[in-house]
């Protein structure tokens, strides 16, 4: 195959679940040289991944990463912080096209294997949207859950976490992270008892603001003072469980220097989803917490758009604004300036003149006849930032565009 060849297949692979079991023949020799850390968890995965990844290159280390989504996947399959050999994906492209089809994540995570494997990594970072495949991996000393809550698919944040819990292993540690909902913390504390894990949880109280530059976030974490290049505390607790995972490695007999722990965090270029609330619709809610922004939406559904609009503008779950009486629709300081609503593909335009008046009693709202028009009028009028709700792929859609604008 050749690399486009290669992205097309795994694009093409259906969702489904796999037994991890029968993916081990799958893997080369080498990847058994290779330790793992997987991260599993509803947000933050591409966070915490990315910022262990930058500290074990700042470290020397010869490291893989691996992220779920929607970009090619010759574009999600890193090595010392650049795509992989496109030989090594097409070769394991090659080999999974001979055996019968598997599942997109575990096609995704094998090939990922493979490539790590066969470019000679001493450790992979790995995200995990299916906990589950952990078992595919050999060798995992540290694993990562990260914050868990709604998913979109009405299952219980107790179902979450217990599936999360699926990363654990006998004799390693897990790192969570900080201000976990009880629920969550006690599906996770039984997961690790019963597999003989550690459980790290980074404290809340060793978590610092300190004052910084527009855009910019400066963070102590237990002596650990770094610039982020993105805000809110969410963040934070995934730059915290970075810190953790490390230390853990060096515990499990990894060489991981302070200098290379801040230098790592402070490089990296957050392109991620700071706090998910809800996939369906989508709500982030750290952004709240930074004004005079404008933001894109489109919904594909009138469905739980009224409660959408309310999380977005006053920066509450609809547990939290059922216990705050105070907030009506227009009466919360909005993070907003400007809301623009576009339509989806495959959505009618009527559904969005509807969803555009309701928004309207909580922002001051327009309708927009593209993403394309949306992202220029956002790009001339916000004044600090832009936020866009909807999927990644609309997220990725609206950053090519802005890269032209």
């Known amino acids: 195959m050749t690399i486009q060849q290669a992205n097309q297949y795994f694009a093409a692979l259906p969702d489904g679940f796999a037994d991890p079991a029968q993916l081990g023949a799958l893997l080369p020799a080498s990847v058994q040289q290779v330790q793992f850390v997987g991260v599993a968890g509803t947000a933050g995965k591409t966070a915490v991944a990315r910022l262990l990844a930058a500290i074990l290159h700042a470290q020397g280390i010869r490291a893989g990463v691996y992220h779920a989504g929607c970009e090619p996947l010759a574009a999600r399959i890193r090595v010392d912080g650049k795509p992989a050999d496109e030989a090594l994906l097409c070769r394991a492209a090659d080999a999974l096209a001979a055996h019968e089809e598997l599942p997109l994540q575990a096609a995704e995570l094998v090939a990922a294997a493979y490539c790590f494997g066969e470019a000679g990594c001493t450790l992979a970072v790995v995200e995990l949207p299916d906990a589950g495949l952990a078992a595919v991996l050999p060798k995992m000393p540290v694993c990562a859950v990260t914050a868990v809550g709604p998913d979109g698919v009405s299952r219980s944040v107790e179902r979450l976490a217990a599936l999360a819990g699926g990363v654990m292993r006998k004799e390693s540690i897990c790192v969570t992270a900080p201000e976990q909902p009880k629920a969550v913390l006690s599906e996770l504390v039984v997961a690790a008892g019963k597999c003989d894990c550690e459980l790290v949880v980074p404290d809340p109280e060793d978590i610092t603001f300190l004052e910084a530059e527009q855009f910019a976030s400066r963070v102590d974490y237990g002596g650990y003072t770094v610039p982020l290049a993105f805000l ?174």
């Open 232 to 405: 809110g505390r969410h963040a934070a607790g995934n730059a915290a469980m970075a810190v953790e995972l490390a230390l853990a490695l060096c515990r499990k007999g990894m060489d991981i220097s302070d200098e290379a722990i801040l230098e790592g965090i402070a490089a990296v270029d957050n392109r991620c989803s700071i706090r998910v609330l809800s996939q369906r619709p989508l709500v982030i809610l750290d952004a709240c917490k930074v004004r005079h922004m404008s933001a894109i939406i489109g919904l594909t559904e009138e469905e739980g758009a009224e409660a959408f609009f309310s999380a977005l503008e006053t920066g509450l779950s609809p547990e939290e604004q059922k216990k705050d009486k105070s907030t009506m629709p227009g009466m919360s300081e909005s993070p907003f300036d400007k809301v623009y609503l576009v339509t989806p593909a495959g959505v009618e335009e009527q559904l969005t003149r509807r969803l555009t008046e309701k928004a309207k009693y909580h922002f001051d709202a327009q309708l927009c006849t593209s993403l394309d028009e949306a992202v220029q009028l956002a790009h001339a009028n916000t004044r600090r930032g832009l936020l866009v709700c909807g999927s990644e792929a609309a997220a990725l859609e609206a950053a090519a565009l802005l890269a032209k604008a």
